[in-house]
């Protein structure tokens, strides 16, 4: 065995145990949000939200065809496999920096085992396909520094290319392309250069070619089709690969939001390589900033141009496209490593074996990541699994009844729509969706920017919802589905498997003739229109970070004009003015959930409402509950300056610890 063969074995036998990892903590069957839409758009050949995606789908269709275990199965497992990849190419990469494999092997896993980017190996999403993606650009552009070639050249055009079939995000790369023209040789700068890049660039978006085929046939599921775009026109597709209907999120602006964000990207990334490799990393950068080489430039176009888009990218999941900038960390923490290697080195020259044995005892570092996955790691309950989910709503033994769903339905509402075929007396109306829609109508004539674009949409939204139910409830029974939110604030870490995105299904507000036994007497009136009768809470004590309910008796005893929320507040009794968030919460529970205005409501009469709530991090202890009304048209305003004289005390209830809850400051 040649030593060229016996180092490959060597270096792939670390990669294969990644991917058994990855492997095993792929989830095993169709998963929430967008990781559910691409498996269904997938099985279906249909169409999913901007951009389009029309490599990602085809991959997965393709993938999906292996003979091995379930198709959703294998869609989140192809995530695993481009993983493994992407960590082929950074170990490359920390290689071709350091040429010290003890430094780029422990950077290396210093990455792959970090939590953000461990949380998306197993999923159908298109992080770690991005993550490959760039880092293959990565490492093609510094064979080009190497050794300028005019066809590696056209490779990464074409790469390119095929980066924004995948995922608009790709242009965050362009500079550092750019900066490949910069510095190449001056007679390679010709016409043949730019012309071979345009047309590989073309080549590569030819998958988009799927999606106008594939319009034309209706295909099972198409998401431009919910919104009345047909892909028939010029607009239809700039609809379609500018992501126009989430403009506000991708390119709002706020400064003071922008320093947040600042600081969360950059105190993620230290956690997520568990403090020591940012550290680590830290050194390398600096390091490499004194070199000051091509290279160096190359990556900081690379690291520093993504990091600053994404902190200005303000969607939902946009910390996990963080991992695209984390991975560019890497080779500086390589190069920290080798540093500390080399410092090793030189303190024990004049004994070689020690000296070797104390760079060698580096790897020791790797401990610190695989605690991490024990950490991390939690068991699958496949009873909170989607389809579990799903199953559950449209097994219930009432027919013909009406499903709204609201807060972010719009995640869980395509797995209904998608299951809908199996339940056709089950009609399913979605908040989310609605909202879209409406805000992709207010935006051809209004600002997405207007400080109050967003309250009118929210407005408008909720008085076409309140039309739709008011129509619905007077044919058949209706029934509300909720996303229920572990996630408080960014450092808060999610309860993987179990209270995040955990779903309920509750009534809609009922109305009773009298009060039933074993409620808390309040009797608060606010106002001269609304009173709250009693209230109970279930289960008592309350767990943090577990489900909840509370049931609010109103009683209404004068007109009403607007939508009224209330704020409930649960303070902790030992503290004296708390401010901190571990000895007071706040949630917002909308009269009517936001569907069945108060307005509506008959006089006189007892409505009780079911509010499930997942409890937040508290210190456990006896807390003070007390409840507030406001009209969400002047929320910035009131009731927040004025919280101390504003709410009515209801009374109190017990919180408890939960052992098996998992805090950011546990770490």
Known sequence: MTPDIRTYLYRLIPFSLLFLLYG???????????????????????????????????????????PIGSPYFLHNLLSALFAVLAMVLLFKICLQLTENPTASWIATFFFALSPTFLNRTGLAEVYTMQVFICLLVATMGLSLLREWDIRRFWIISFLLGLGLSHHLITVMVFPGVLFLIVVAPRG????????????????????????????????????????????SSFRDWYWLLSGEIFRTEMSSFSLSRHVEDFGFFFFLLFKDFYWIGGIIGLLGLVKEVQKHTRPFIFLGLLFF????????????????????????????????LNQIGILLKETFKENKKISIYYSRSLYVLLLIPIWGVFQFFKPVSLDQTPLAYVHKVFSLPQTNFTLFTTYTGRDIFRLFQFLTPVRPD?????????????????MKTDDPRSETFNNRLHLNDTRIMEKSLAEEISK?????????????????????????????IKPSPSILEGLPPQVQQSDLLFGSSLRLLAYALDPTPVVEGELFA???????????????????LMENKSVVNPDSPLDQFFVQLTLGYGLWSPVLWPDGKIIEEIYQITAPSLHPNQYKISLTLYDKKTFDQTPFKKIPKSFSLLGEAKIVDNPDLKHYWDN
């Open 476 to 504: 058949r029974p209706v029934f509300f589905s909720r996303e229920e939110w572990f996630l408080n604030d960014k450092f808060f870490q999610k309860k993987i498997f179990e209270s995040f995105n955990s779903l309920t």
């Open 305 to 336: 141009v993504q990091s600053i888009s994404l902190i200005h990218y303000n969607v939902p999941d946009v910390f996990e496209f963080y991992i695209m900038a984390f991975s560019l960390w890497t080779p500086w923490l390589a190069v920290g």
């Open 24 to 66: 095993f903590l792929t989830f095993p069957c169709i998963y929430w949000g967008d990781s559910g839409e691409f498996s269904y758009v997938a099985t279906f050949l249909g169409i999913p939200h901007p951009t389009g995606y029309p490599l990602y789908t085809q991959l997965l269709r393709l993938f999906s065809s292996i």
């Open 550 to 568: 509370i049931r609010l008796y109103w009683q209404k005893v004068g007109p009403i004009s607007g939508d009224i929320t209330a704020l409930l």
């Open 188 to 231: 390679s700068k010709n016409f043949k250069l730019f012309l071979g890049s345009a047309l590989f660039g073309l080549l590569g978006l030819l998958p988009y070619l799927f999606i106008a085929f594939r319009s034309r046939f209706s295909p099972e599921f198409s998401y431009p089709n919910l919104f009345g775009i047909t892909l």
């Open 426 to 442: 089950v009609t399913v109306i979605d908040y989310g969706l609605d909202l879209l829609t409406e805000r992709s109508r207010m």
